[in-house]
Nanobody, 127 residues
Framework: QVQLDESGGGLVQAGASLLLSCAASGRTFSSYAMGWFRQAPGKEREFVAAISRSGGSTYYSDSVKGRFTISRDNAKNTVYLQMNSLKPEDTAVYYC????????????????????WGQGTQVTVSS
């Protein structure tokens, strides 16, 4: 089992940057593909970014492509989401998730494909 703990959220102005971190428990972090999702008030949870077990493959939603970067450090059991040029529409609770992936280069963008979820961290972008 994996426990995930997000941090790094906060209140920023439009155009600013934030770095979200997600620390995972356990010794098998490198066995999991990771993803970031977000949920705004009154909206469904949506996919943001994903990264493969090895870190060699990444995938982004169109709404964040070119502004956000997902990365991971398997030695630190941590996945990151660097968010640049933030917009008010990026305001949401951000969740990291883990998928017990069989293949090292697979990425996953459906919430139902993830086995474990963190509690989320709030990101608020003011205009």
């Amino acid at each position: 089992q994996v426990q995930l703990d997000e941090s790094g959220g906060g209140l920023v102005q439009a155009g600013a940057s934030l770095l979200l971190s997600c620390a995972a428990s356990g010794r098998t972090f490198s066995s999991y593909a990771m993803g970031w999702f977000r949920q705004a008030p009154g909206k469904e949870r949506e996919f943001v970014a994903a990264i493969s077990r090895s870190g060699g493959s990444t995938y982004y939603s169109d709404s964040v492509k070119g502004r956000f970067t997902i990365s991971r450090d398997n030695a630190k059991n941590t996945v990151y989401l660097q968010m640049n040029s933030l917009k008010p529409e990026d305001t949401a609770v951000y969740y990291c998730a883990a998928n017990r992936a069989w293949y090292s280069d697979s990425v996953y963008y459906r919430a139902g494909e993830y086995d474990y979820w963190g509690q989320g961290t709030q990101v608020t972008v003011s205009s």
